[in-house]
C-alpha cells in the first residue's frame, strides 16, 4: 500500500509542477490552459473538466498518475541494487518533472536545474564521494555545451545559406541538464550516459524521419526534445 500511496502523491507533484512552473514561473493556483480560468483545487486534485469553458485538459496528467504509480510498485517490489528504492524512486519523480515540461514546452528550466543540482550532487556524493560527483558534472557540462556550440555555429552557417532562422537542435537547457546528469552518475560513467542517450536519440530521430518519410509529412531539421533521451541514457546506467 505504500508505493501506491507514495506513487500517486509525487504523481499529484510532477503534475502540478508541470502545470503551473512553465506557465506562470511560480507555483501558483492552477489554471485550465484553454480559457485560463483558475482551476479549484478540488476540480484539479480529482481530473475534473474545467467548470468555466467545460473542457478537459487533464489528459497527461491521468498519464503521469498511471505511470508513476507503476514505477513506485515496480522498484518496490524490485529495488534497484545500488540506489535502492528511496533513492532510485526520488530520482525517477526529477526526472519526470523535466521530460514531461521538456515534452510540453521544449524547455529545461533553470529554477528545476537548480534543484536537479542539489539533488545531484547529494545523491551523487552518497554514492561515488564528492571529486567523482563533480567530475562528473564539468564533464557532463563541458561535453554538452561542445556539442551546442557546434549545432549553434552549424544552423546559424545553414540558416544563412537558406536566408531562413533554423531552430537548434540542443538547447542551453540541454547542456545544464547534462551537467546535473553527470553529478548523479558521477565520472567516469555520465560518458557513457552521454553516449548512449546520443545512440537512443539517433535511432528515435531515424525512426521519426522514416514515419514522416512514410506520411510524406518530411521536414528537414525538425527540433526534437532532447532531454528525454539524455535522461533515459542516465537512468539506464543509475537503474541498473
Ligand atoms: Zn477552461
Not at 473542457?55 to 513506485?72: G, N, Y
Not at 535502492?84 to 528550466?109: K, Q, S
Not at 557546434?150 to 537548434?168: N, V
Request: hydrophobic share 55%.
Amino acid at each position: 500500500m505504500i508505493p501506491v500511496i507514495l506513487g500517486w502523491l509525487a504523481a499529484w507533484l510532477v503534475n502540478y509542477i508541470s502545470d503551473v512552473l512553465p506557465v506562470t514561473r511560480s507555483l501558483s493556483q492552477p489554471a485550465c490552459p484553454h480559457c485560463a480560468v483558475n482551476t479549484e483545487w478540488r476540480d484539479y486534485l480529482f481530473f475534473r473538466r474545467c467548470q468555466a469553458c467545460g473542457k478537459f485538459w487533464r489528459f497527461r496528467a491521468i498519464v503521469v498518475q498511471v505511470l508513476t504509480l507503476v514505477i513506485a510498485v515496480y522498484i518496490w517490489v524490485n529495488p534497484p541494487a545500488r540506489l535502492g528504492f528511496w533513492i532510485a524512486f526520488t530520482i525517477l519523480v526529477y526526472m519526470l518533472v523535466v521530460m514531461v515540461i521538456d515534452l510540453e514546452h521544449r524547455i529545461v528550466m533553470h529554477p528545476i536545474s537548480l534543484a536537479g543540482a542539489a539533488l545531484g550532487l547529494a545523491i551523487g556524493t552518497m554514492l561515488h564521494g564528492l571529486p567523482e560527483t563533480l567530475a562528473g558534472g564539468v564533464a557532463g557540462l563541458g561535453f554538452m555545451y561542445i556539442l551546442y556550440a557546434l549545432g549553434q555555429l552549424f544552423s546559424k552557417q545553414l540558416a544563412k545559406r537558406r536566408g531562413e532562422p533554423i531552430e537548434d537542435a540542443l538547447g542551453f537547457g540541454d547542456v545544464t541538464l547534462s551537467g546535473v546528469l553527470g553529478l548523479f552518475l558521477g565520472w567516469p560513467l555520465i560518458l557513457a550516459g552521454l553516449l548512449g542517450s546520443i545512440l537512443i536519440g539517433g535511432l528515435i530521430s531515424l525512426l521519426i524521419v522514416i514515419a514522416m518519410l512514410v506520411t510524406k509529412r518530411y521536414q528537414a531539421f525538425t527540433a526534437i526534445p532532447y532531454a528525454p533521451f539524455l535522461i533515459l541514457g542516465a537512468l539506464y546506467i543509475l537503474l541498473k
